[in-house]
Nanobody, 125 residues
Framework: QVQLEESGGDLVQPGGSLRLSCKVS????????IGWFRQAPGAEREGVAC????????TYAPSVKDRFRISRDNSANTAFLQMDNLKPEDTAVYFC??????????????????WGQGTRVTVSS
């Protein structure tokens, strides 16, 4: 059974940091790219970052580039999203998802075939 489970969401002040985790099971994670998406209330789900299967390359949305860093540990079946200098506009539910590859862009949700349930990030003073 393919499963992805996010964790690490929390309430944080502007300028703060969080590290999200995406634990996967039911498939060989080293064969897949992993992406992070987010969805704010009333907004569409948007791609944040994607990392290739071997971790050798990553793609970021312009709004988070230089503040967020995606990584993975295939031996632990886990991907991560380090988020620094958080802003109120980063408030959203964050999801991880599975894809075959990362392109030049993170891609659309329809490009990903398995999803976690999400973890909530709130940036507020």
């Amino acid at each position: 059974q393919v499963q992805l489970e996010e964790s690490g969401g929390d309430l944080v002040q502007p300028g703060g940091s969080l590290r999200l985790s995406c634990k996967v099971s039911g498939f060989t994670v080293a064969h897949y790219a992993i992406g992070w998406f987010r969805q704010a209330p009333g907004a569409e789900r948007e791609g944040v970052a994607c990392i290739s299967a071997n971790g050798g390359s990553a793609t970021y949305a312009p709004s988070v580039k230089d503040r967020f860093r995606i990584s993975r540990d295939n031996s632990a079946n886990t991907a991560f999203l380090q988020m620094d200098n958080l802003k109120p506009e980063d408030t959203a539910v964050y999801f991880c998802a599975r894809n075959w590859v990362c392109g030049l862009r993170v891609g659309a949700p329809r490009d990903y075939d398995a999803w976690g349930q999400g973890t909530r990030v709130t940036v507020s003073s």
